[in-house]
């Protein structure tokens, strides 16, 4: 898919800024959140003629834009950098639709979609029950089949749906529901007998997004409100579009953690404190700025990666979402939570918006799957590749890192490739001594895993903007001498996290006795990673000077 031409975006990406600017001002945005309020007028004229944001998550036969992947995680992280709240309104409306993109009839794309298109008609997604959360197969809501002369009709649904994003002002809704042949998807419109909505949630963070319980009591819906018109492929849809529907939180925790750090940046230029500005302090910049920014942009190279591979037909990489999702939003949350710090007592109350950003950014770590979820999900792919290709997975990648740092040296990619190294090593440690039967280290593995191969992501993008090969639809904030320094930075934690963490989960899950301790010290290379270590700190002046626009600085 081609999606969007570069400039159309742009353009794009432009009118929703000059749309916040207009209709979204900060004290606006603090006063809804402090009332708790969802603009749902604004709401609909972003996913209306205004402004069409909705328009992109509609292919064009009928009657959209037919924006990609690339396109959409763009529209997210400009939407989250303006509200979460309204970004997650939007998105709920494309999740909602989601379910009809892929698995409905003809007809049923058609009348759903063009409507979608030409009337701006907001969408819920309801799959979250209150027993049923991460867990989406402990569902409880029915779907009976109603019987006339032999032959089904139609459905009643019964169940109640909860924590649903536009469950209080959706005009549609998605609604999951186990049939006699298995879960399924099913449109149930606003106003439909028996189906009723509960009072919005009074939630921690995203406050301008209604988010409400959803009750069916006994809904009648005819036999086309049966998404696909065959009972049984609800959880198939749902997971058809994860890697692209997770892409899409993950440019949320970019957009919001970028927000708050470039918050925290401003503000410490000005701040002066013992005698000059708290940028030009290492132990400040060192710590509460340079290693987000790092870990952001890693998490961005990984998403641009697989929105393009999304994009080329290579299917819906759920793996790949799940890291991107993954690290972007535990990203964006550990950001927001350093900008507070970084203005001190400013930082803890209103006015800053970076306390508002916090509270708003620590839902991405919880919808659309959990971190730990997450960590579950990528653990067990990468753990089958391991075993698939008898322990050269992830060593293969290291190797091609290699090849890269001897063309494009300076990039950090010979260090990220010690992370892979050692990532493999950790997995066949853990592989011989059976210790992913113990959940804690199959979810850490999911975390080290994430890491390195973000850090894998980075590297490529710093090569791949050194070729002028990056997409013209990337984001444009660091040039490549930038993004290198950046990516020594992140290879450089992840060297030592996944081969000092792998040491202590393998030593820690019993995987290596005494006797065997140089052993597995050897297999992790921890002498080259403590090597790799040199320059660090100089990297870190560098990326500071790179962030706050100082001469002199990345080399
Ligand atoms: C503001 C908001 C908006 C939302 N919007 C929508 C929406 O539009 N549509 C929709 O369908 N849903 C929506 N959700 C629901 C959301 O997707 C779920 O809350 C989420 O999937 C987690 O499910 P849960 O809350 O039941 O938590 P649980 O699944 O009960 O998880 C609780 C904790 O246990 C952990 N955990 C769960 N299972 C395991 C396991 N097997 N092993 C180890 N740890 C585990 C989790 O990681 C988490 O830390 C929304 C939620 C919120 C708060």
């Known amino acids: 898919m081609d999606g969007l031409d570069a400039d159309v975006l742009d353009m794009m990406l432009q009118a929703i800024q000059e749309f916040a600017d207009r209709h979204l001002p900060a004290d606006l945005v603090l006063r809804l959140d402090h009332e708790d309020e969802c603009p749902v007028e604004l709401v609909r004229m972003m996913c209306g003629e205004d402004l069409g944001i909705h328009l992109l998550f509609v292919p064009e036969e009928y009657g959209g834009m037919g924006g990609g992947s690339f396109d959409v995680c763009r529209v997210c992280e400009k939407m989250a950098a303006i509200d979460l709240g309204v970004a997650t309104s939007v998105l709920a409306t494309a999740l909602g639709s989601d379910p009809i993109a892929v698995g409905a009839t003809e007809e049923q794309k058609k009348a759903w979609l063009g409507r979608l298109a030409e009337e701006g008609l907001l969408f819920a997604y309801g799959a979250t029950e209150p027993e049923a959360g991460s867990d989406l197969a402990a569902l409880k809501t029915t779907a009976t089949p109603v019987e006339q002369d032999g032959r089904v009709v139609g459905y009643r649904l019964n169940g109640r ?33 028996n189906f009723t909505q509960a009072n919005p949630e009074d939630k921690h963070g995203i406050r301008l997004s209604n988010t409400a319980a959803l009750y069916l009591d006994d809904v009648p819906v005819h036999l086309d409100a049966l998404v696909g018109g065959a009972e049984g492929q609800g959880l198939l849809q749902a997971q058809q579009v994860f890697g692209y529907t997770r892409l899409m939180v993950a ?207 980075l590297c490529r993008r710093a090569a791949r903007a050194a070729d002028g090969a990056l997409s013209p639809k990337a984001d444009p904030r660091f040039d490549a001498t930038a993004l290198a320094v950046l990516a020594r930075v992140f290879a450089r934690d992840a060297a030592i996290h996944v081969a000092w963490g792998g040491l202590r989960l393998v030593r820690g899950a019993g995987g290596a006795e005494d006797a ?17 270590e040199s320059g660090g700190i100089a990297d870190m002046d560098a990326a500071a000077d790179v962030i706050y626009g100082r001469s002199g600085g990345a080399s």
């Not at 809704?173 to 449109?187: D, E, H, M, R």
């Not at 410490?268 to 000059?276: H, K, L, P, Y």
């Not at 065997?516 to 790799?532: C, F, G, I, T, Y």
């Open 516 to 532: 065997r301790l140089p052993e597995l010290e050897a297999a992790l290379r921890l002498h080259d990673v403590a090597a790799a």
């Open 251 to 457: 440019a949320f925790g970019l957009g919001a953690g970028w927000s708050a750090l470039d918050r925290v940046i401003a503000y410490s230029t000005e701040r002066i404190q013992a005698g000059g500005p708290l940028s030009e302090k290492q132990g400040y910049t060192h710590k509460l700025i340079v290693p987000h920014a790092a870990r952001l942009e890693a998490a961005r190279a990984y998403i641009e990666e697989t929105a393009e591979r999304i994009d080329a037909g290579e299917g819906s990489l759920n793996s790949e979402g799940a890291i991107a999702k993954y690290v972007a939003t535990e990203a964006g949350n550990a950001a927001a939570e350093a900008a507070i710090q970084g203005h001190g007592g400013y930082g803890y109350t209103r006015e800053y918006l970076v306390e508002k950003i916090k509270r708003d950014v620590r839902i991405t770590t919880i919808y659309e799957g959990t971190s730990e979820i997450m960590e579950m999900t990528i653990a067990r792919d990468r753990w089958q590749e391991h075993l698939k290709s008898r322990g050269r997975y992830f060593h293969d990648r290291a190797d091609a890192l290699e090849a890269l740092d001897g063309a494009h040296p300076g990039i950090g990619a010979g260090t990220a490739a010690l992370a892979l190294h050692a990532l493999a090593e950790v997995l066949e440690w853990c592989r011989t001594g059976r210790l992913t039967r113990q959940q804690h280290v199959l979810l850490r593995l999911g975390e080290l895993i994430a890491e390195a191969e973000c850090a894998e992501a």
């Open 161 to 193: 749906k909860q924590w649903i994003s536009n469950g209080g002002i959706a005009d549609a809704y998605t609604i999951l529901a186990n049939t006699p042949g298995g879960p399924s998807w099913f449109v149930v419109e606003r106003g439909a007998e």
